[in-house]
């Protein structure tokens, strides 16, 4: 299928953003306006000239032609300063007019661009977690900050003036066709070559254009990916090995940003040979209707000036190709993001959920993130308010998935999730998830203070709430050893706090979301036994009179809970208390006794 042009690309962007274009309808208009009058000035440019010429220089010459009753009763030094100054301000109410015209679009494509970006960012932030897993994130940077403020700059640089200048040659071949007919459309013969060139190289400008955007998105992934597992690099010194992917990534970009230069520099040195060639042609051709009578100097003097700033827009327009393919290339990577439809969304009769109970039945679930491979097989289970249930099994069985599937991250392809006996697809997202508090094995903090981040998703709470969210995860005591306590600015990740002190926190933005469900997914991993006894105290409040879901490895913090899930290839081999399990004597307790067995052989060496 033929791909579109770069054109219609950017005319289905704008109708895309149209809804965002109408707000800005009266300063649209008033730029359109002020552009239209440049046009018009740039239309009167020559013709001081013009006047100058047959009747001030040479008024002898073809005097009929040239006679203007008006300008002919007029003294030649008169004439002559009329025509100065006329040139004089022309030119300044043309710089006026495209002073105007380009502030005005350039307010207009600010405030469009910065709603796009928006539309962008909240699209990007609601789209599936099936999506994310697959895409780059370094890639997803660029399209929301370089490809907007690209597709931005290049509409002011690159589209408007050719707007301009499609507008201009309009007006020119008109009043070039008024003059002499003849004339005129032997000088538009050249145009068919222009177009030849163009729609050769253009397309070839765009698709390389496309690849080089495609390969600085790849850059950029390389450079996220790296940069936020730094640590991780060093550690394994892994620096070699990212710079390789980095620098064959850069000079793949390079090559791809060398061929679109290449080629739009063909295009305009083509267009340069075009523009001498349909110039020698009315040289010619004007020359002689001069000495024939037929026209006046000044007539050829307006005529070869109207033809260079006739196909001054066309050289314009060799010259924007390539910025308006890259605008295009652009463009597409925001609508591809734009495009994609999240695979959890809100049904049409999705209603707002009430205060949940915290009651939870898992009905039939199967899930898989690939169509034909079921990672969740038949999975049912049912959970009263205020229950602990732990969740536990060999590696790769599907205990976070299911978690996933609770916060409705995913959607089950077989059976139903119930609330409160109610199909948690019936809800709205916005008010459901809100309702679910969730504390994981590496908790993620952000570049913000303290305060900020505990306080994240609660907008509203008060310094006493956050204080007292604190002290029941037990974490007041390293918060006011920091150099500026609560208003302390963590590093990006909270790299400059321990995995403890970390979980601490997570605990604590956990509780004062007062959410009656709670999912803990490996909580304690990787922390030594003084911290893992901290955060288990704290889990042990936090968990008090809500539904707690608990992923572990470690079957010790299972051993209080009401019900324990032993999951296996993505089914619930066993269920049941912790001494019913144990009773059983089926895998969960095999793998009970095995850790307990550890234990005890490791509290010597503690010990010694």
Known sequence: MKRRSSLSKLWRLLRRFSPYIRQQQTLLILSGLALLANVALQLLEPWPLKFVFDYVLIPSANQKLAAIPLINQLDPSKLLALAAIAVIAITALRALAAYWSTFGLAIVSSRVMAQVRNQLYHHLQHLSIAYHTKARS?????????DASRLQEILLTALVPLVVSIFTLFGMVGVMLWMHRDLSLLALLTFPL???ATQHLSQRIRKASVAQRQEEGAVAATVAESMSAIKLVQALSLEDAFENVF???NERSLRESVKTQRLAASLERSVDVIIALGTAIVLWKGARLVLRDALTPGDVLVFLTYLKNAFKPVQNFAKYTGRIAKAAASGDRILDILDEVPDVTNLPSATAAPAFRGAVRFDRVSFGYEPGQELLKQISFTVDPGQRVAIV????SGKSTLMSLLLRLYDPTQGRILID?????????ETFRPQISVV???SLMFAATVRGNIAYGVPNATRAEIEAAVRLANAQSFIEALPQGY???LGERGATLSGGQRQRLAIARAAIREAPILILDEPTTGLDQAN????AAALDQLAENRTTFLITHNLHLATRSDLILYLENGRILEQGTHKELLRLQGQYAALYQMQAAMQEQSAPKLMS
Not at 138 to 146: A, E, H, Y
Not at 421 to 428: F, L, M, V
């Open 440 to 442: 994981l094995q590496d």
């Open 487 to 489: 208003d302390t600015i």
């Open 532 to 535: 893992e006894q901290a955060i």
């Open 393 to 396: 099994g060999t590696s790769g």
């Open 247 to 249: 620098f064959r990534e």
């Open 421 to 429: 006996g109610q199909d948690i697809r019936d809800y709205t997202l």
């Open 138 to 146: 370094g890639d997803l940077v660029v399209r929301v900050s370089s």
């Open 194 to 196: 222009f177009a030849i």
